[in-house]
């Protein structure tokens, strides 16, 4: 996987390779990520916050929502324009989300919590 975006606050992170993330998380059962969240829910563990992420419709590969950490690691070695999949920013669109709260065209924000 690797980072594709234009945006500035992502531009460091653009055409590296992102390690996957796997909580494992003692004396909890349960990791959830709740897209449109920076925090958790009331009896719930914030593990990490982010920015939702996917691929486009527009490419073959299959495509799952990624909740990717506000600060990423990046994969040692993995910089390169292999435009392999990429991670794009998920954008809220009117209509299918409500607005208010959401914004048209706002990043939608994400956090992974434990219990």
């Known amino acids: 996987y ?3 975006t234009v945006s500035n606050y992502w531009r460091h992170y653009h055409d590296h390779d992102v390690p996957c993330a796997v909580c494992l998380v003692r004396q909890r059962s349960v990791v959830q990520m709740f897209p449109g969240r920076r925090s ?3 009896g719930w563990k914030l593990e990490y916050s982010g920015y939702l ?3 486009r419709p527009i490419h073959k590969a299959a495509s799952t929502y990624t909740c990717v950490d506000r600060k990423p690691d990046v994969a040692d070695g993995g910089i390169a324009n292999q435009d392999g999949y990429l991670f794009y920013q998920v954008e809220a669109i009117c209509g299918s989300l409500k607005c208010p709260p959401y914004v048209q065209g706002r990043e939608l924000v994400c956090a992974v919590c434990s219990k």
Do not use: E, F, P, T
Request: aromatic residues 12%; hydrophobic residues 35%; neutral net charge.
């Open 40 to 42: 958790c829910y009331n």
């Open 53 to 55: 992420m996917a691929g």
């Open 2 to 4: 690797q980072m594709h």
